[in-house]
């Protein structure tokens, strides 16, 4: 089961893009990468997983290491809603079960 | 994505007594829905897994006779704190997944506050 590793923390300007990086040195081969983010007081919100190739959608892209040790989410042109807690997760799988296992994530905080 | 709804969305009550908090998929088959506990300044603790017309899984350390979860449809889960403490005072997540390998979609929350 792979574990991720991401800052506590990170500041980045309004309109500037966001870059959060997330160390997973030990994912296996068939295991997606996978985004959430969490906004005070709300559930999570789900915003991309990849698996080797990568990803963009309409809220960000994930780039992910060819290695797949390291992936990092880019929210090209960052607004205070933003600002939230950002979870990378590698699910753990148990017989074909996948479920995820939130870590402290990081603090994204996006500056006016 | 799919759309959850969770209901209340707060709720206080007194020691004692019992809260059901219902979590609902609005747009979506949820052949598996889970249920998470967050406390202050913490992140999210998986307590329970279940799957439609199944019991639930509980993860270690969670009473299951405390928490009952029922998961009777695919649009629908239930969460009832049985004689609540001030201890069980959390946000209770629930999340819903179709497939076992798809995306989890999770709601907007239930705050609980036990007196």
């Known amino acids: 089961d792979a574990k991720t590793t991401q800052p506590t923390s990170m500041d980045c300007a309004e309109g500037r893009a966001a870059n959060l990086p997330c160390n997973h040195s030990?994912?296996?081969?068939?295991?997606?990468v996978y985004w959430y983010r969490q906004i005070h007081s709300q559930g999570p919100q789900y915003i991309i997983h990849g698996l080797k190739n990568n990803e963009t959608n309409e809220m960000a892209s994930l780039i992910i290491t060819e290695d797949r040790k390291s992936s990092t989410l880019i929210l090209p042109h960052a607004t205070l809603r933003d600002t939230a807690v950002y979870y990378c997760?590698?699910?753990?799988?148990?017989?074909?079960?996948?479920?995820?296992?939130f870590g402290t994530g990081t603090r994204l905080t996006i500056i006016p | 994505g799919a759309v959850v709804s969770q209901h209340p969305s707060w709720v206080i009550c007194k020691s004692g007594t019992s809260v059901k908090i219902e979590c609902r998929s609005l747009d979506f088959q949820a052949t598996t829905m889970f249920w998470y506990r967050q406390f202050p300044k913490q992140s999210l603790m998986l307590m329970a897994t279940s799957n439609e017309g199944s019991k639930a899984t509980y993860e270690q350390g969670v009473e299951k006779d405390k928490f009952l979860i029922n998961h009777a449809s695919l649009t629908l889960s239930t969460l009832t704190v049985t004689s609540a403490h001030p201890e069980d005072s959390s946000f209770y997540i629930c999340s819903v997944r179709g497939d076992p390998t798809d995306t989890q979609y999770f709601g907007p929350g239930t705050r609980l506050t036990v007196l």
């Open positions: 030990t994912i296996s081969g068939n295991e997606y």
């Open positions: 997760i590698v699910p753990i799988s148990n017989f074909g079960n996948e479920k995820l296992t």
